[in-house]
């Protein structure tokens, strides 16, 4: 290798760095709403359904008698199941729907951080919600490869004549199609949203500590304040 090969290659270093880097942005601004989305369930893994399972599977005991039932995982086992239908159903999708879903962990975790005293009935709606929304989005992409795929000629004997077939099948694929899009960008984001702020309202919140849970509250009480 000669010199000036060397002083070629030293000089296009920066380039193949920039390169790289700029590819690096490209294919995380591309996995961006997955990554948004693995981060909140992340969250909702690690801080709520921790805090909800030691919740669940703790019990008093009685001067010292007595045993602790091991902590479950099963909080932290149905958001790693909601989690992998996600990632797998937004797969390859355009925008907007990897947004929507990524919108729908992020306020569901929101919802389920502001208001303790909910959490149980707010994460088993924001689990469901998500696997509902993943579970459209699967079944809007089977629908629409399967009618992609069909043949005229296998309708033909049932509508008439190939051309027949070609117009049946373009239109209803036309007019489901719209269903679809209406159904995942509107009707069930909208629907999870409006019955995420009613849950949230649902009940007032503690005039003394609003952030407080109801194993809080009644811990209070017992200790009567710790008088």
Excluded: C, H
Excluded at 47 to 69: F, H, I, N, T
Aim: no cysteine.
């Amino acid at each position: 290798m000669s010199f000036e090969q060397i002083n070629t290659f030293i000089l296009d270093i920066p380039v193949y760095a920039i390169n790289g880097l700029l590819w690096l942005l490209y294919g995380l601004a591309g996995s961006m709403a997955a990554l948004v989305s693995a981060g909140a369930a992340a969250v909702m893994g690690l801080v709520v359904d921790q805090a909800v399972q030691q919740l669940s599977g703790s019990r008093p005991l009685r001067q010292g008698r007595g045993e602790s039932q091991p902590i479950a995982r099963t909080a932290q086992i149905l958001t790693t199941g909601v989690l992998t239908l996600w990632l797998g159903a937004q797969w390859g999708m355009g925008a907007p729907v990897p947004w929507i879903g990524a919108a729908m962990w992020l306020f569901g975790l929101g919802a389920v951080l502001v208001s303790p005293a909910q959490r149980f009935n707010l994460l088993w709606f924001v689990k469901s919600g998500v696997a509902v929304y993943a579970l459209a989005v699967i079944g809007s992409r089977l629908y629409l490869n399967m009618t992609q795929n069909v043949s005229p000629e296998a309708w033909a004997s049932m509508v008439g004549t190939a051309q027949t077939a070609v117009n049946v099948v373009s239109n209803t694929r036309g007019n489901v199609t719209t269903v679809i899009i209406w159904a995942l960008w509107l009707v069930i984001p909208l629907g999870y949203f409006s019955m995420l702020v009613q849950k949230l309202f649902l009940n007032p919140v503690s005039l003394i500590n609003p952030l407080s849970s109801y194993a809080d509250m009644l811990a209070m009480l017992r200790d009567r304040g710790g008088r």
